[in-house]
């Protein structure tokens, strides 16, 4: 199964927002309200951020939230700061192919 | 509090077998709606998912790798065990397992690196 779409790299300045991408297909974003998002730290396992396309768990900045809209899912970080430089993933449930994992983003604090 | 951990070979040769274990504690894989998820990670790459199985033993492959998984659970010794046949260099990565449960894998192991070389 193919990986869901990501852009390679986004960069912005303490204080701004930013928006990461997820597309997929009618198979998987499409058809779940069960995408979510994954922050990875160099040397670190990833950490759940968002669940089911827009919840927070516990713990986890409101700065962070997510949307979808037809085949594609967005994480977007509010008030970009330096401790947010990491790797996101996102994820959907893809009915029986299991679940299938973004390409992954760099986020770069400028 | 969930806690996971993976164990198994850091070093297997090409064509042979790779069984990884994990062991669980502060869920139980009885529960309704919860699983345990494995993921794999190259070095330098992006998540892979891999497979997954349910309380209620239902399993998922990823479909590219489905020929070559197997996933099992151990209620009673809050185990899951990932087997992957034929290995080559190309699955030299950290595998990771996690609880899973309303869609999203949470939390995940510290994850084991599994080289494979001859």
């Known amino acids: 199964q193919s990986a869901l779409t990501q852009p390679a790299s986004v960069s912005g300045s303490p204080g701004q927002s930013i928006t990461i991408s997820c597309t997929g297909t009618?198979?998987?974003?499409?058809?779940?309200?069960?995408v979510s998002w994954y922050q990875q730290h160099p040397g670190k396992a990833p950490k759940l951020m968002i669940y089911?396309?827009?919840k927070r768990p516990s713990g986890v900045s409101n700065r962070f939230s997510g949307s979808k809209s037809g085949n594609t899912a967005s994480l977007t970080i509010s008030g970009l700061q330096a401790e947010d430089e990491a790797d996101y993933y996102c994820?959907?449930?893809?009915?029986?192919?299991?679940?299938?994992f973004g390409t992954g983003t760099k986020v770069t604090v400028l | 509090q969930i806690t996971l951990k993976e164990s198994g070979p850091t070093l297997v040769k090409p064509t042979q077998t790779l069984t990884l274990t994990c062991t669980f504690s502060?869920?139980?894989?009885?529960?309704?709606?919860?699983?345990v998820g494995w993921i794999r990670q190259p070095p330098g790459k992006a998540l892979e998912w891999l497979a997954l199985?349910?309380?209620?033993?239902?399993?998922r492959y990823s479909p590219s790798l489905k020929s070559r998984l197997t996933i099992t659970k151990d209620t009673s010794k809050n185990q899951v065990v990932l087997t992957m046949t034929n290995m080559d260099p190309v699955d030299t990565a950290t595998y990771y397992c996690?609880?899973?449960?309303?869609?999203?894998?949470?939390?995940w192991g510290q994850g084991t690196l599994v080289t494979v070389s001859s």
């Open positions: 009618s198979s998987d974003v499409g058809s779940y309200n069960l």
């Open positions: 994820c959907s449930y893809a009915g029986s192919r299991g679940d299938v």
């Open positions: 996690a609880h899973r449960r309303r869609g999203a894998v949470d939390p």
């Open positions: 502060g869920f139980s894989l009885s529960t309704s709606g919860v699983g």
């Open positions: 089911e396309g827009s």
């Open positions: 199985i349910y309380w209620d033993d239902d399993k």
